[in-house]
C-alpha cells in the first residue's frame, strides 16, 4: 500500500463542519495557527468536545478525519499535514 501525503487547511465556521467528508485515516499534525482570532471547538465521532486556543497543535496517529468536527469563529482556520503511514 503506498503512503500518501497530505496538507489541508480547513476555514472554521459558527457551525459544526468535518475535517473530511470521507473516511481517511491518517497520522498528522494538527494545528490552530497563532493567527486565529478565537479558540476552536473540536468533536468527535462521539459527541465529546475540546476547546483549542490559537496556537495549539497536537499530533495524532491512525485518526479518522471524517469523525472529527470543528467550529469556531468564522474565518479561522485549522490546518492538517501529515499522511497515511
Known amino acids: ?3 500518501n501525503s497530505i496538507t489541508k487547511s480547513v476555514t472554521v465556521t459558527a457551525d459544526y463542519a ?8 491518517v497520522s498528522v499534525e ?5 493567527s486565529n482570532v478565537g479558540n476552536v471547538t473540536f468533536r468527535d465521532g462521539a459527541g465529546n468536545e475540546c476547546e483549542w486556543v ?3 497543535w497536537h499530533e495524532f ?3 479518522d478525519l471524517a469523525e472529527l468536527q470543528v467550529k469556531g469563529t468564522a474565518g479561522d482556520k485549522v490546518t492538517i499535514v ?4
Open 1 to 3: 500500500m503506498a503512503n
Open 18 to 25: 468535518l475535517l473530511s467528508a470521507a473516511s481517511m485515516v
Open 30 to 34: 494538527i494545528s490552530c495557527p497563532p
Open 54 to 56: 490559537p496556537g495549539e
Open 61 to 63: 496517529r491512525s485518526i
Open 82 to 85: 501529515g499522511g497515511t503511514w
